[in-house]
């Protein structure tokens, strides 16, 4: 196994030196500058007993090791092909349910349990394994009301690691990257709607795991508030530090899991 090298969180004072950029009239004696700062030298995303926690949006995610067989069920295997059947029965959502997610059949369909909250379940179902689901499996969310079960939704799972709250994700892209540099420069957008605002004032510094084989960079920015346009999210370009060149070594982009190839 590779070793870690470091972990490196130095955007912003690159930004200033190497492109002039007027870091305003906040100041590291600034409480609320402080307090920013602080926050962009831990990890934004959740962790629990080790394990990045991952989830298709929303909610508090689970850990990638449970994904193949899932978390133990209060329902047994009989009780839930019950409920499957119940809902396969209800004519409102029926057709989408066999056409979609329940392609099997109430006691065909292989499914697992990621994660609870409350009354709600969430369900991956066919084939998953720790990388997530396998050839579109979907993910189906199923909620208690009263003495009924009713089908909350679900779909294509897109995984991404959980966030600590005031981070939303940036991806990466490099076509043309200086491997023999430090700090290459790569260009980053927001994944979320954000009516096309300019990213820069709003970037996090970016938390880099680097070992021998590759550099993961898990990039985020500060969430916009209320309601957001999507007309595209416009890209900009920033240095990206390390700890020493990237030669050989893969570009990871740790917005997604698992993390993708930044190309």
Sequence with gaps: MAMLLR????????VVAGCGEDPGPSSADDPSTAETEAADRQAPFVEKDGEIQVSCGGGDGWSPSI???GIESPLSQSEMTQVFRELLAN???AGELELSFLTKGAEGTPWRLLEIDGDAYTLGLDTWTEDGP????????IERRGDAWVWS???????????????TWVELHGADLDRTATDPRVDVNERTCTSARDPSPYLHDPYVVETDESVTVYWTSTPPQGGQDCPGNPSVSRPLPLSEPLGDRELLDGSTYPPSPVG
Excluded at 134 to 141: E, I, L, N, S, T
Excluded at 153 to 167: F, I, K
């Design 7 to 14: 972990t490196a969180v130095v955007l912003s004072a690159l």
């Design 67 to 69: 994904m193949a067989s």
């Design 134 to 141: 396998v050839d579109g499996a979907f993910v189906m969310g």
């Design 153 to 167: 939704g679900g779909g294509n799972c897109h995984l991404a690691p959980v966030l600590r709250p005031g981070h």
């Design 91 to 93: 004519p409102k959502y």
